[in-house]
């Protein structure tokens, strides 16, 4: 069975530091890795996708990295803001199925 | 963002009586998903759907029913709700795209509270 941990499980930082959430995942015959972010009380919101053949991915300040064979993935956000302050969660798709990871909880201090 | 809704948004019921919670999608995904989110477990499957009809269990699905009946709607019954089925339950879907990847899209959740 896939197990997906996300360490730590909450961090805090202040304004303008660039920073870097960790994944790990126990099988890595995915199909790809997706990135979400979810405010108290919402849904997911979708951040980032990496397919498996892929090793990265970015969109404005995130950068998200794939290393299947470690499974291993980091999505990295630079120049922090307040806006950013969410939980962060990460999940793997082995086809029909996804494995989240019970995600890191971010507050970025102004 | 994806037309996904869910009803009610909102519940609380008695143990024993029966539950449903509606997704409905406006966006023809094939797939579509039903996940509890409790504290401490994460995001956890409960049943998923490939199709009309065509519905499987998920890691958590005992005590747990759906049904689609139309590509658009996709229902999760709770038969004898129980207290330990207090969650907040989320409806997602995904369609295949390139290179065979699925992405997903959630909706905004309905909270459950059994009593």
């Known amino acids: 069975k896939q197990e997906v941990t996300q360490i730590p499980a909450a961090l805090s930082v202040p304004e303008g530091e660039n920073l870097v959430l960790n994944c790990s995942f126990t099988?890595?015959?995915?199909?790809?890795l997706q990135w979400f972010r979810q405010d108290p009380g919402k849904g997911l919101t979708s951040l980032l996708l990496?397919?498996?053949?892929?090793r990265e991915q970015t969109s404005g300040r995130l950068n998200a990295s794939l290393d299947k064979s470690s499974g291993r993935s980091t999505l990295y956000i630079a120049a922090s803001q307040p806006g950013d302050s969410a939980t962060y969660l990460c999940?793997?798709?082995?086809?029909?199925?996804?494995?989240f990871g019970t995600g890191t909880s971010l507050t970025v201090i102004p | 963002d994806a037309g996904i809704t869910q009803s009610p948004r909102h519940k609380v019921t008695e143990t024993g009586t029966p539950v449903t919670l509606r997704c409905h999608q406006t966006?023809?995904?094939?797939?579509m998903y039903w996940y509890r989110q409790d504290p401490g477990h994460g995001l956890r499957l409960i049943h998923y759907?490939?199709?009309?009809?065509?519905?499987d269990k998920g890691e958590v699905s005992d005590g747990y029913s759906v049904s689609r009946s139309k590509t658009e709607d996709f229902l999760l019954t709770l038969e004898s709700a129980t207290s330990s089925q207090t969650s907040v339950y989320f409806c997602?879907?995904?369609?295949?795209?390139?290179?065979?990847?699925?992405?997903?899209?959630f909706g905004p959740g309905t909270r459950l509270t059994v009593t």
């Open positions: 999940a793997v798709n082995t086809g029909n199925q996804f494995y």
């Open positions: 099988d890595s015959a995915i199909y790809n």
């Open positions: 997602a879907i995904s369609e295949q795209g390139t290179g065979g990847s699925y992405e997903q899209y």
């Open positions: 759907s490939y199709g009309v009809k065509d519905t």
């Open positions: 966006e023809n995904h094939r797939y």
């Open positions: 990496i397919q498996s053949s892929q």
